[in-house]
């Protein structure tokens, strides 16, 4: 049971280059996330995902864009990079029936980018 | 808007001791949650505890509880018998609205156990 996993680990992008982070979760949740943690702070949510088929924005959107075409894929695609998108991206996934009781976040591992 | 404020940048204990972390919120939703999670050097982040709005007893999970003051809006996480393995980032979050998976994240307080 792998969980949530996250590739690549590490990536360094120049300035206006494009790429994808991969996503990928084996728990059949229904709930996928997107977060960034910059330097010092806490995490900020970018895009989430209820279901296949299913995305929205979350507090920071800008310059990403999600997909999620199965339950266990969701890919984050960053176009024309930018330096102040490095950051590390966690992706995170949940089971969630919208009724009461927590709704716990298992997350990937993260993937460290560095935009030059 | 919803805001989760903690407080304390850093925090230092002795290895056995008791230690709590701070967290105060605001949100004009009647139903949230609450979260601790934490994240150590390696950089995952590792659930800890969950608080529901509505819940009567504090949430307990082994050595971790929440202290959850509903009216003060405050919701501290305590350690007790802190190890050595404690050290790290404990980052308090708060569900967002109607979707529970929706977290706002605190900037986190940065724990060190000291043998």
């Known amino acids: 049971n792998a969980g949530v996993t996250q590739t690549p680990k590490f990536r360094i992008l120049k300035i206006g280059q494009s790429m994808t982070l991969q996503c990928a979760q084996d728990?059949?949740?229904?709930?996928m996330y997107w977060y960034r943690q910059d330097p010092g702070m806490g995490l900020k949510l970018i895009y989430y995902s209820v279901g296949a088929g299913i995305t929205d924005k979350g507090e920071v959107p800008n310059g990403y864009n999600v997909s999620r075409s199965t339950t266990e894929d969701f890919p984050l695609r960053l176009e024309l990079a930018a330096p102040s998108q490095t950051s590390v991206y966690f992706c995170a996934s949940s089971f969630f029936r919208g009724s009461s009781g927590a709704n716990v976040l298992t997350f990937g591992a993260g993937s460290r980018l560095t935009v030059l | 808007a919803q805001k989760i404020t903690q407080t304390q940048p850093g925090m230092f204990v002795q290895e056995k001791e008791a230690v709590t972390l701070d967290c105060t919120y605001d949100t004009s939703d009647p139903s949230y949650g609450l979260f601790w999670y934490k994240q150590p050097s390696s950089g995952e982040m590792i659930f800890l505890i969950y608080q529901g709005s509505y819940d009567q007893q504090n949430a307990t999970e082994g050595r971790y509880s929440l202290n959850f003051q509903k009216a003060r809006k405050s919701a501290n996480l305590v350690i007790s018998a802190s190890q050595l393995g404690d050290s790290a980032m404990y980052f308090c979050?708060?569900?967002?609205?109607?979707?529970?998976?929706?977290?706002?994240f605190g900037k986190g307080t940065k724990l060190s156990v000291k043998p």
């Open positions: 979050a708060m569900s967002r609205g109607g979707s529970q998976g929706n977290l706002i």
């Open positions: 728990m059949n949740h229904n709930y």
